[in-house]
């Protein structure tokens, strides 16, 4: 076990194990660019629906089971299906990363939007804000946080997800997980999972870091 | 059809024939026609559910009737955009509704802001309007919930002035504060109001706030029915029936007396020697009675203050006088028991004749 940990150690601060097409550096920046693409297009799809559904009210049972229905959702069964539809290319992989995190954004989003004080939109209206200016100037800003929220949890999910890239054949930090499989490499293995890991915590701390610092004018 | 524009005395608000039934079937408005005078304070009071809150909701339209027509300035609301007539209208609601991600000063220029005056114009009226309702500088760079219950209430005022609207609609505005904090809401309202002259609209279930801050009171009755709209010493001395009789309480004639002012109502001077002696500062401002071995406290009433606070005072001071003050607070003389209660009998007698 020792011996693992300490192989696992030289392997992740070795200068070659970092440079080169194949290095961390690389696979990192696939991995994130994997990521942020997905979150950027299901947010592109999920946030309108969000807002849509709280502004309106209509529609909630959709916000609300959109949440079980993306728990159950098997990704890598959705990019096997994909991937045999539309053959080799990212298609499988992207449209799984964003089918996992579109349940999450609308979700929060509807609920942050639902948190809104009836009061607060009354007055809104009352004080003569047409239906996009209190979408906007009042409820957007006040469901703001949620919707980070929402925003976080997808990117997280999505990057500790986009390892599936690598098993249609793609990059990315899986790429060490499915070679270190099929090499019987288990240091390679445990040292693409404790990547994907930091990755992933690192993020969720910068950005909930971050939306600490944007609403720390909120009342608790 | 006569078109009121401006001018005291003519109608600013008109209701003729207004029904409001909602989609679920309750008749919460039922044909109401009621006109309210423009600068005058109408109170629309009730228990809950009779009507009173859609009823001024209906004046900016955020409920429209189901029949029936509305005028505000002479022009029909369902005619008028929604939103620009909302901000042709100040609007307070209880719990303030303040916009808990803006400060407070950004939350009273919002609707300038959204009439396009610009950033620079609508903040300096709103600091101006910071001052008008009592709160510091200071407070405009707080947040709402950063004020107590009280403050947030003046910023929702503030709020609704912001545009200098004619009329202002004021929903149970003071229903969620204490009531100490409530009776200077209410002294700050009718001050302002003295000043700027709104045509009020004012909802509430307080009948006593009613009596305090209404020149009309319209009384609804559960199902949407106006059953009296008067002023309050009207009211008082008739009420058209027995629910309005019930709703104004049984101490009627007592809340009619609050109506009446001081002034006017003959003083002695002070009493010399005697059991009890009224004890003056330098200023002779009253301090206390006083007997060798006691003292017991004054509360000195000016020309302004009611003749149902002579009446409370004069059966709790020790000799049955009230002391008279001046507005330094000086005395001017005293009032016996016998001469107050004569009078607020005069009062009562007046007002039923009336």
């Keep these: 076990m020792y011996e693992l940990f300490k192989n696992l150690g030289s392997w992740l601060v070795s200068g070659e194990q970092w440079s080169g097409s194949d290095g961390i550096g690389h696979r990192l920046a696939e991995h994130l660019q994997y990521s942020l693409l997905a979150t950027l297009v299901a947010a592109a799809i999920a946030l309108p629906l969000g807002l849509l559904i709280g502004h309106t009210g209509r529609g909630a049972f959709v916000a609300i089971n959109l949440a079980s229905f993306g728990r159950a959702l098997p990704t890598v069964g959705l990019v096997v299906l994909v991937f045999l539809a539309s053959g080799l290319s990212m298609w499988p992989v992207y449209v799984a990363l964003v ?4 349940p999450a954004i609308v979700t929060n989003t509807y609920a942050g939007m639902n948190a809104v004080d009836p009061d607060v939109r009354d007055a809104a209206r009352g004080q003569g804000m047409r239906w996009y200016q209190v979408l906007f100037q009042v409820e957007l800003p006040l469901a703001l946080p949620l919707i980070m929220t929402g925003l976080r949890l997808a990117l997280i999910q999505v990057v500790a997800t986009a390892t599936i890239a690598a098993y249609v054949s793609f990059g990315g930090l899986g790429r060490y997980v ?12 445990l040292g693409g999972a404790v990547l994907v890991a930091v990755v992933a915590v690192v993020l969720d701390l910068a950005l909930s870091g971050l939306q600490r610092v944007l609403f720390r004018h909120r009342p608790a | 059809m006569t078109i009121y524009t401006s001018g005291k005395g003519h109608l600013m608000i008109q209701f003729d024939a207004v029904h409001k039934r909602f989609p679920n079937g309750t008749t919460a408005v039922h044909d109401l026609s009621l006109e309210m005078p423009e600068g005058g304070v109408t109170v629309l009071v009730g228990s809950s559910g009779c009507g009173k809150t859609t009823t001024l909701r209906m004046i900016n339209r955020m409920v429209d009737p189901t029949s029936g027509t509305i005028r505000v300035g002479g022009r029909d609301v369902l005619e008028q955009d929604a939103a620009e007539l909302r901000r042709s209208i100040g609007y ?3 719990q303030s509704g303040l916009f808990p991600h803006r400060t407070v000063l950004d939350n009273i220029a919002t609707v300038p802001l959204l009439l396009g005056w610009g950033r620079r114009k609508a903040r300096a009226r709103a600091e101006e309007l910071l001052e008008t309702v009592g709160l510091t500088a200071e407070a405009g760079k707080r947040y709402p919930h950063q004020l107590s219950g009280g403050q947030q209430q003046r910023v929702g005022v503030a709020r609704a002035l912001a545009a200098d609207p004619p009329v202002l609609l004021m929903d149970e505005p003071f229903g969620a504060v204490d009531p100490v904090v409530r009776t200077q809401l209410q002294d700050e309202l009718l001050r302002l109001q003295k000043e700027l002259s709104k045509t009020i609209v004012f909802v509430t279930h307080d009948i006593d706030e009613a009596v305090r801050l209404g020149d009309r009171i319209a009384i609804f009755r559960t199902g949407g029915h106006l059953v009296q709209c008067a002023p309050p010493a009207e009211l008082l001395a008739h009420p058209a029936d027995d629910f309005v009789a019930d709703f104004l309480g ?9 109506l009446t002012a001081l002034e006017g109502i003959p003083q002695a001077p002070a009493p010399e020697g005697g059991t009890w002696e009224l004890v003056l500062d330098g ?3 009253p301090l206390h009675w006083r007997t060798e071995d006691t003292e017991l406290p004054v509360r000195p009433l000016s020309d302004a203050d009611s003749l149902l606070a002579a009446l409370n005072e004069s059966i709790a001071s020790p000799t049955g006088l009230v002391a008279r003050v001046d507005a330094d607070g000086a005395l001017t003389g005293v009032t016996s028991r016998d001469e107050i209660h004569a009078h607020a009998g005069l009062a009562h007698e007046e007002a039923r004749a009336a």
């Design chain 2, 250 to 258: 049984a101490e009627r004639s007592l809340k009619l007396l609050s």
């Design chain 2, 92 to 94: 307070v609601i209880q």
């Design chain 2, 283 to 285: 200023a002779r401002r």
């Design chain 1, 99 to 102: 089918a996992l995190a579109v």
């Design chain 1, 178 to 189: 499915f070679d270190g499989l099929a090499q019987r490499d288990l240091v390679q293995v």
